[in-house]
C-alpha cells in the first residue's frame, strides 16, 4: 500500500489556516483519498489536555523552556497515536500547524535556538517533516481586521501576546521557508477563500501527481 501524504498549513495568527485546512482535506476526499484534519497543539486527548494547559495556563504561565517540552511531549503522542499510523496505513493527514510553529513561535518569539526545538522533535518525534508545508501570510493589517472579528477581545495566552512577539514569529517562518524552499509552498493568504484555496491547490498538485 502506497504512504500516505501529511500536509501541513503554517502561520501567524489569524491566517485563515484552519478554514484552508478543511477545504482541502474536503477537495482532496472529494479525489477518492482517504483524508484526516487534525491539529496542533492536539489532535489526541492527551495532546488536547496539554494544549488547555498551553492556551489556558495555570499560575503565571509557562516560561519558554517549559512551553517548548509542552508542544513537543504534544507532538509526540500526536505524531505516535494518530499521525504516523495514518500515514502508514495509506490515509492522507492535513494538519493546521506541526513543528514549524514550535520554531516560529518558541523559537523566533520566544528566543529558544533553533537546534534545541530540532533537539526536541528528534527526541519526541523521530524528526517526522511534512510532505510539503503551505505557509500562509497576511499583512499585519489584515491580520489585526480578522483577529478583532475572530477574538473580540479574548485572545488566549500565546494569541495574545504583543505585536513585537507576533512580528518575530512572522519573520522566523519567512526565515525558515526561505532556508528549506524545497518542503514549502508560500501563499498569499490576503485575498478571498477562494483565492487562496486555489493557490493551496496548485501546490499541492505536484502530490496528487505522485511526483513530489
Ligand atoms: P491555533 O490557534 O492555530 O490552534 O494555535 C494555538 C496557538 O499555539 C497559536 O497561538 C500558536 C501556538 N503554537 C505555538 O506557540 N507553538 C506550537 O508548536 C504550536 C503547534 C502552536
Not at 488547555?52 to 519558554?64: D, F, K, R, S, T
Not at 495514518?86 to 514550535?102: N, Q
Request: aromatic share 6%; with cysteine.
Amino acid at each position: 500500500m502506497r504512504r500516505g501524504r501529511f500536509i501541513a498549513f503554517e502561520g501567524g495568527e489569524g491566517a485563515g489556516k484552519s478554514t484552508q485546512a478543511k477545504l482541502v482535506a474536503n477537495a482532496l476526499r472529494e479525489q477518492g483519498l482517504e483524508v484526516i484534519q487534525t491539529r496542533e497543539p492536539g489532535g489526541t486527548p492527551g495532546a488536547e489536555a496539554i494544549r488547555e494547559m498551553l492556551l489556558h495556563p495555570p499560575g503565571n504561565g509557562w516560561q519558554a523552556r517549559a512551553e517548548a517540552l509542552l508542544f513537543a511531549a504534544a507532538r509526540a503522542d500526536h505524531v505516535e497515536q494518530v499521525i504516523r499510523p495514518a500515514l502508514e496505513a495509506g490515509t492522507w493527514v492535513v494538519c493546521d500547524r506541526f513543528l514549524d510553529s514550535s520554531r516560529a513561535y518558541q523559537g523566533g518569539g520566544g528566543g529558544l535556538p533553533d537546534a534545541d526545538i530540532l533537539a526536541l522533535h528528534r527526541i519526541g518525534s523521530a524528526g517526522l517533516l511534512p510532505d510539503l508545508t503551505l505557509l500562509i501570510e497576511v499583512l499585519p493589517a489584515e491580520v489585526a481586521e480578522r483577529l478583532a472579528r475572530r477574538d473580540c477581545g479574548l485572545a488566549d495566552a500565546i494569541g495574545g501576546r504583543d505585536a513585537s512577539f507576533h512580528a518575530e514569529v512572522g519573520a522566523a517562518f519567512a526565515r525558515i521557508a526561505d532556508a528549506e524552499a524545497e518542503r514549502f509552498a508560500r501563499i498569499d493568504g490576503n485575498g478571498t477563500l477562494e483565492e487562496t484555496h486555489w493557490q493551496v491547490m496548485q501546490a499541492l498538485a505536484p502530490l496528487l501527481d505522485g511526483n513530489p
